[in-house]
């Protein structure tokens, strides 16, 4: 159900980029568009899983604090996945110290077998690394899950688990592909 299986953009842009830009040129970016007007929140998102490039995100996060800190607040829309694809690392505590205040996970399924079914990861054990994630950051940021209402989904039962952990649902709508 994610576009990005289906297309390289959204809304006539490619977000499908030639290669990963190195910080110093995030940074150069943001420099020049976070002057032009009061921004409350910057999101880590894209058209990928944000925490396979958490040394990025860390660097960005504590530029962006040690220079607009006051303004703006910092949040990563992730998979969860972020242990699975830093193995070894403190994710959230690494997120925590780099300003990072709200994080907003895609769940999608309230079991491990939904959860393959639906968002057919790369590791065994996702389901399992998403609910771990869940569980330590709401002890350091606000926390929401996600789920998009697709067909597969059982939206009572996500909440049920939501509730369960801890933490709001949102619900997004599902858009069925028209391309």
């Known amino acids: 159900f994610c576009i990005r299986n289906f297309k390289t953009g959204v809304g006539g842009f490619n977000l ?8 110093k040129q995030v940074i150069n970016e943001l420099q020049s568009v976070l002057n032009l007007r009061n921004w409350r929140e910057i999101v880590f998102c894209g058209f990928g899983e944000p925490t396979a ?11 962006i604090k040690r220079h607009y800190g006051k303004i703006v607040r910092l ?7 972020g242990y699975l694809l830093n193995e070894g690392r403190e994710v959230v ?3 925590k110290e ?4 709200r994080v907003s996970v895609s769940l999608n399924a309230p079991d491990k077998e939904t959860y393959n079914i639906i968002c057919r990861p790369k590791f065994e ?7 771990a994630f869940i569980e330590k950051a709401k002890k350091h940021m606000d926390v929401e ?21 801890g933490v709001k649902l949102r619900v997004r709508e599902y858009i069925p592909c028209i391309w």
């Open 16 to 23: 499908k980029l030639p290669e990963d830009p190195p910080v």
């Open 53 to 63: 490039r958490l040394d990025c995100i860390i660097e960005v996060c504590s530029w």
């Open 75 to 81: 949040r990563l829309d992730t998979n969860g996945q």
């Open 93 to 95: 505590n690494e997120l």
């Open 98 to 101: 780099a300003g990072i205040e």
């Open 125 to 131: 054990n996702a389901f399992e690394s998403v609910i």
């Open 145 to 165: 899950v996600t789920a998009v209402s697709i067909p597969e989904a059982n939206i009572d039962k996500i909440a049920e688990l939501a509730n369960s952990l």
